[in-house]
């Protein structure tokens, strides 16, 4: 199955499809709803506007927002010559990875704001050899604050994009500036907005958000064995990156970076901000399906990857048809 996907051809896209229908058949059953709170950023207020729309549309809408962004995702680091050779394993991997908890499978603020952090992370891995840094670095910086905004336990994107920064360009403090004027430039707007209607105050309201949390899953079994296995496929990647790091170039060694940060920083944020867990780790998925897509292009064997592929899909299967409060 995953050789399939091993080549850049129109079957294996519509081989994709079939992965994300046939992983997620429960909707015949359990329908995705729309999942978000007031809590959650200023996307709530969009999504909160769908709810009118019946479980069939709510369902294909799910379906076309995950394999757009795991196309897009696999066009990005294709388009960055990450791999040794190009296919769609990195969109295989978005696809079972988001299907792995059962409340992903529903439409949440985190699934569409990945949308952004996917746009971002491409406009970021462009700083290398670009030709015009600090319109490329402002835009970043408005993509990272349009995205914070959006959807407020993806703060940590603020932080990816200065580390970006860091190790894509030699350090000139305007362009650090330019950067911090690009994130604040959404805020400013804002601010401006609500300083016309005389509503300052809802800036303090949403302070609440900032709180320790302290999680318990009411499965913590499942929880260990799910974040486990996607967890090994991560570390099997990482380490094929390491293994095979001196034959790639400069710029994907410091693109692999980037991805290892983002990997890293998104998982605090489910423990101090309110109502983050566990939809907020959504935002880990597209660094980590970037090095799970590693464990099933650089093995010359297939069972390795034959059998990666089968634990994630057996692991969905479970989670979403016989565990039900995971």
């Known amino acids: 199955m995953v050789s399939i996907f ?52 709510i369902a294909l809408l799910y379906h076309a927002i995950i394999i757009l962004q795991a196309l897009r995702l696999n066009y990005a680091l294709n388009d960055l010559r990450m791999y040794p050779r190009q296919g769609y394993t990195t969109a295989l991997a978005y696809v079972l990875l988001t299907a792995l908890v059962p409340v992903w499978n529903n439409l949440s603020a985190a699934l569409v704001i990945n949308s952004m952090v996917i746009w971002l992370l491409f406009r970021i891995m462009k700083l290398y050899n670009s030709s015009s840094p600090r319109s490329l670095v402002y835009n970043i910086g408005m993509i990272a604050g349009c995205t914070v905004l959006l959807y407020f336990p993806s703060l940590p ?17 305007n362009e650090w500036l330019i950067l911090l004027l690009g994130i604040l430039t959404p805020f400013y707007f ?25 999680i318990r899953p009411p499965n913590l079994a499942m929880n260990m064995l799910t974040f486990s296995l996607a967890g090994l496929g991560i570390v099997s990647g990482i380490y094929l990156w390491q293994a ?30 309110k109502n983050a867990w566990p939809n907020a780790l959504l935002l880990c998925v597209p660094a980590a399906a970037a ?35 995971f």
């Open 6 to 57: 091993k080549e850049k051809s129109a079957s294996a896209v519509f081989s994709l499809t079939v992965v994300s229908i046939g992983t997620r058949l429960f909707f015949l059953q359990q329908p995705p709803v729309i999942n978000s709170s007031s809590d959650d950023g200023l996307i709530y207020w969009v999504l909160s506007r769908l709810t009118f729309m019946p479980a069939v549309a």
């Open 157 to 173: 994107v603020v932080l990816v994009s200065f580390i970006a920064l860091a190790v894509f360009r030699p350090f000139r403090f």
């Open 190 to 214: 804002l601010g401006g907005y609500l300083f016309w209607n005389d509503r300052l105050e809802t800036v303090l309201q949403q302070l609440h958000i900032f709180d320790l949390q302290i």
């Open 244 to 273: 095979n790091s001196g034959r790639m170039v400069i710029q994907v060694r410091k693109n692999w970076i980037i991805l290892f940060f983002m990997v890293i920083l998104f998982i605090p944020g489910v423990y101090f901000m």
């Open 291 to 325: 090095f799970i897509a590693n464990t099933w292009q650089y093995p010359k064997k297939v069972f390795v990857p034959a059998l990666l592929f089968w634990a994630f899909v057996a692991m969905i299967i479970v989670n979403n048809w016989i565990v039900t409060n």
